[in-house]
């Protein structure tokens, strides 16, 4: 069975879904491997050194994927502009690739029809569940972390002013202030990162427990009350609000946002649309060459008018929604990635080479198309389909 390691083609992407390490332990699982030419080099990582642990190296990239049963990949299929075709239509019929599909977000609708109709059997890294026996293959957990810390740096960049606090001889400049909603480890990593960096950082999330967390690490939390049960999911994941409790949210934030010089936005749900939380009216509140990272634009964005794969300024603020920030950290990423997709195979034909184990609760939870069926609930949901 022979798996193929494409380069990346979204822009900016410099990540590899594998890496020689990875490459030795999926030949000892009894796996071939192919690696398209250049694909590690956004990382420093040679053809020679793909092909020192075994795998061939294909230049041509529609072979690749022609020939391959399992694509591995760290982004969502793309059109190809090189090539003139889409990542999804080089797929072999009734192949299969494992990557970050992002299925529920719109943008992503057509290409995962064009996997339910070509009988492709696809899994997202997304959509693995919080459980112990998938923390290792638990990429979202991974990416979250590199993401937390460098969307902090990103706005930091972007910033025309010092975070921390300045003495100088002609006066104080005042530290810069942060509001992180939603602290998941996207949210928790960045209010350490800002934290380190001298800012001064408020957080809110629906949960209390994440709350207590987030003050763990010296956040000052915003008060929202709401009742648990309407705001905490299985698995400690937070839950989709509900419109009148999303309002109250809304206006919660609209209090905070005007004081803000940097905004970090990750409250997601698992397999569900990005809600809207900052609304284009709050966003014409806020300071003047203040800063938001819509870090959520994967799954819709929690900004309603983040432009995605886009850093713009709108409303006099500087909006991020470019959609691949740990590629921005790519070395560290990819290992973690890398090591993150390897125990998945290795779970997913636990039984044997090309035995799949659907019925495995990582597997189920993280099964997107098969058998020209979507099977992942919350792209069902937002593209109002049953199939």
Known sequence: MLIGVPKEILAEEKRVAATPETVKKFITLGFEVAVQSSAGEGVLISDDDYKNAGAKIVADPEKL??????????????????????????????????????????????????????????????????????????????????????????AANQMQTFIPMIGTAIGTIKPARFLIIGTGVVGLQAIATAKRLGGIVKALDIRKNACTEAESLGAKTVEFDIPQESAVAEGGYAKFLENEWLEKERKVIAEHIKEADVVILSALVPGEVAPILVTEAMVGTMKPGSVIIDVSVDQGGNCEITEHGRFVQKLNVNICGIQNIPGRVATHASWLYANNIYYYVENLFKKGIGQLDLTDEIVANSLVTHESRIHYKGALKAMGTNS
């Open 65 to 154: 994927f022609a020939e391959s049963d399992l694509i591995l990949k760290v982004k969502q299929p793309e059109f190809n502009q090189t090539i003139g075709k889409h990542e999804a239509d080089m797929l072999r019929d009734g192949g299969m690739i494992i990557t970050f599909l992002h299925p529920a977000s719109p943008d992503n609708h057509d290409m995962i029809r064009r996997l339910r109709d070509k009988r492709i059997t696809s899994f997202t890294m997304d959509g693995i569940p919080r459980i112990s026996r998938a923390q290792r293959m638990d990429a979202l957990s991974s990416m979250s972390t590199v993401t937390g810390y460098k969307s902090v740096i990103m």
